[in-house]
């Protein structure tokens, strides 16, 4: 990929939030994944940013297995990527 087609992959993610450590690989051949790490303003809706971005990398990669760190600002455990 590309850094235009991370930048968008990171858009598609999450809206308003900041995404990082993105990392897309296959179990198998036929089985991709995607983890990454989302960092939310405290007092964000959590469960409804985990909903979102997973529905989106769904519908917009076709992938099923998913993994996603939601980390607010208060709690991020990497300094440089903290701050929205």
Do not use: Y
């Not at 690989?25 to 960092?39: A, Y």
């Not at 409804?48 to 989106?56: H, N, P, S, Y």
């Not at 297995?65 to 990527?81: F, G, L, R, S, Y």
């Amino acid at each position: 990929m590309n850094n235009l087609q991370w930048e968008n992959t990171r858009k598609i993610l999450c809206k308003g939030e900041k995404t990082w450590d993105i990392l897309i690989t296959t179990v198998t051949s036929d089985v991709p994944t995607l983890t990454c790490h989302i960092t939310v303003e405290p007092g964000t809706n959590t469960q409804r940013v985990l909903g979102e971005a997973t529905k989106r990398i769904r519908e917009q990669f076709h992938i099923e297995h998913v993994t996603i760190q939601i980390e607010d600002t208060e709690h991020c455990h990497n300094e440089d990527h903290c701050h929205t």
